[in-house]
């Protein structure tokens, strides 16, 4: 590869990214102008808000025989004005007046009497003004109850320390930088990392999918570079871009947010910024890695588009999902773990959130380093890969036609990768709008309705109106005898793997109670037909899920990306349909495995099988249809979760290793790709 050449290329897009306004704003714009608006002007707008009803008086009416007492304790408070309306419920309704004091029994009795005299405040939650009239209401009468106690204990003789055994009060020993530190550390990295994602979007689209379009990828390819010296121009000018991006949002929210305390500093006295330089030095260390990573995901992403419209509806959900491992850092009891520092995204966002308040130690810093590199490197490769692949780059396949009848969609073997990803995010969002809601209705019955309503037909709909060749995207063909045998012994040993690791993550990453009641409940372990179950929870997910990500899915990304990188789309996107955190690792896992299945057999098949074999076995443990005599192994292994004895751990991988050496040995032979 020569390094001229790299240099060259890199320029002439650098440049042509820099003429680029809708680059400008993203790098520039937004960061210089919309930060100072939002952050000086925002925070003015409400300043002025929380001072003009700080100064207006509250509006009350008093609703009582007895008025003229209350009207007594209120009259002091310039902050109250009382009114007099002929309905009070629907003057506070219509927002005229902003609380109603009730007055229940008779108040004079009451207190004559020693008894607690039942007074109630309408007033509207969702009215700032309102709020605000509680508020003053509750000090005007906290502080004539305080004058009744006072006066009661003297008639009495009772020492007021007598019914005040304890004097609590509380001292913030935290400094105002740390304060401050600790709110830059939760509010910033999601911010920057989105800003690191915008700044790569739209050069990763122009440089990849923007050539396909106005075909000038091939004018480039004709000229004597390689199509690593190709990738590597473009690359360097999506992370140079990207992380100019990302310096730029840096610089900007730390000097907007100190010029903010600077006209604050008597309001908020509590705050002062004062950064650690060692701290800022790490962060825009940490910043190259993640730039180079995102960077890299994006133009393997964009790369796969033939539009550049296709190729921002692929990128979109990546840019989105940027944010929820980043908003992980904006919990405040979150804080950078040993487990944590090779999470991709989350480790920088904690990493940066320690550093603020200077709680991180040196191997940690070099950990996040060191595994955002790789995760980086990784996803070069992946691109270098896709790079290569000229029926990728050279593509004029269009996708969708420009009408959607049916009749003008032609006939495919496979999906395409933007099909493959319509299909799962149609199933995810039918899951999360329809599916919860369903399940949470009809409990058991609702798990039925999305595997097979909202999973399956959907999937299958989508394939047959697009015109795609189910037998062959789904890979509907029974395999050999060999594949049956190793697909057998497979299923055998991972699911005991799969219920040791559930172990381990339980003592990690413990499952919560109340959510495993939940689940119970939902399932109906104790309520249903031990077949019915095995229907429902483990024939069904292994039939309906099977074939949306080892059908649609994997063979619409197959041809597209190298065997390891496709092992972990695909897994990792079945982990991510379970929803929950406590279950994505192990469905993830299992799904990588199933994806190996189907890929290496050629058949959906023995995927569907082993989905069948490791749901029956836990539901057949967690309703203890097991015999007598080993049901006490079982609660001392899972519900005790002291985990299996190492030697049938061993025994159980050698058996799982065995069964990928059988699938080897009897695989059909694999067409070129």
Not at 615 to 638: A, K, M, W, Y
Request: net charge negative; with cysteine.
């Amino acid at each position: 590869m020569k390094f001229h050449t790299v240099f060259v290329i890199f320029r002439k897009e650098l440049l042509d990214m820099l003429r680029d306004k809708r680059t400008l704003i993203a790098m520039l714009g937004i960061p210089i102008v919309l930060y100072p608006a939002l952050f000086i002007f925002g925070s003015q707008a409400a300043m002025m808000e929380r001072d003009r009803v700080a100064q207006a008086p509250s509006r009350v009416a008093i609703v009582a025989d007895q008025a003229d007492i209350l009207e007594d304790w209120l009259h002091g408070e310039q902050s109250v004005a009382l009114r007099y309306p002929g309905d009070p419920e629907a003057e506070l309704a219509a927002g005229r007046i902003q609380a109603v004091v009730v007055l229940e029994g008779d108040l004079q009795q009451d207190l004559e009497e020693g008894r607690a005299a039942q007074i109630t405040i309408l007033y509207d939650a969702t009215d700032t003004a309102s709020q605000e009239a509680v508020k003053r209401l509750l000090e005007a009468f906290n502080a004539r109850e305080a004058d009744l106690l006072k006066t009661r204990l003297e008639d009495a003789g009772i020492p007021a320390d007598f019914v005040n055994p304890l004097e609590v009060s509380r001292e913030n020993v935290a400094p105002s930088t740390r304060t401050t530190q600790v709110v830059l550390g939760m509010l910033m990295p999601p911010l920057m990392i989105v800003m690191l994602g915008i700044g790569a979007f739209y050069p990763a689209i122009d440089l990849t999918a923007g050539e396909k379009e106005r075909g000038t990828f091939e004018t480039l390819l004709s000229t004597p570079t390689s199509s690593y010296e190709i990738l590597s121009g473009k690359f360097l000018t999506v992370f140079i871009l990207a992380l100019l991006t990302g310096l730029t949002n840096l610089g900007s929210m730390v000097a907007t947010f100190a010029f903010q305390l600077a006209q604050l500093q008597g309001d908020m006295g509590v705050f002062e910024l004062r950064l650690p330089i060692s701290s800022v030095v790490v962060v825009i260390l940490a910043l190259l890695p993640l730039a180079f990573f995102i960077s890299a995901v994006m133009m393997s992403i964009a790369v796969l588009a033939r539009s550049f419209r296709e190729a921002q509806s692929l990128l979109t959900p990546f840019l989105l999902i940027l944010l929820f491992p980043s908003g992980y850092a904006a919990v405040p009891s979150v804080h950078l773990t040993t487990s944590m520092q090779f999470v991709p995204i989350a480790n920088f966002a904690l990493l940066f959130k320690d550093l603020m308040t200077s709680q991180v130690d040196p191997q940690s810093i070099v950990m996040v380093l060191l595994s955002t590199t790789v995760y980086a490197c990784i996803a070069l490769y992946v691109a270098a890969r896709i790079f290569r692949r000229e029926d990728v780059v050279l593509s004029e396949d269009r996708g969708l036609p420009l009408t959607l009848r049916r009749s003008f969609f032609r006939p495919r073997a496979e999906p395409t990768p933007g099909i493959a990803l319509f299909i799962f995010t149609l199933c995810l969002l039918l899951l999360f709008y329809v599916g919860t809601y369903a399940q949470s209705e009809l409990a058991v019955w609702g798990i039925v309705v999305t595997q097979w309503g909202l999973f399956l037909l959907p999937t299958l709909l989508v394939l047959w109106y697009v015109r795609v060749d189910l037998r062959n995207a789904l890979s509907l063909r029974l395999p050999p005898a060999g594949v049956w045998l190793a697909t057998l012994v497979i299923a055998v040993g991972w699911a005991t793997l799969s219920l040791q690791f559930s172990v381990w993550q339980q003592k990690i990453l413990p499952f919560p109670e109340d959510l495993a009641k939940q689940m119970e409940e939902l399932i109906g372990l104790g309520n249903q037909p031990f077949w019915f179950l095995i229907l429902v929870l483990a024939l069904s997910p292994a039939i309906c899920e099977e074939v949306v990500f080892r059908g649609a899915v994997l063979s619409g990304l197959r041809r597209h990306l190298p065997w390891w990188a496709l092992f972990l789309c695909v897994g990792i996107a079945f982990g991510v349909a379970h929803i929950s955190i406590h279950r994505m690792i192990l469905t993830a896992l299992s799904g990588i495995l199933l994806t190996y299945l189907v890929w290496r057999s050629r058949s959906i098949f023995p995927g569907m099988l082993t989905h069948f074999l490791i749901n029956t076995t836990g539901i057949v443990l967690q309703s203890e249809h097991v015999p007598e005599s080993i049901q006490p192994f079982v609660d001392r292994t899972l519900k005790e979760e002291q985990g299996f004895p190492w030697w049938l751990i061993a025994l159980a991988a050698i058996v799982c290793t065995a069964g990928i050496l059988l699938m080897e040995r009897f695989r059909p032979h694999r067409e070129a790709t």
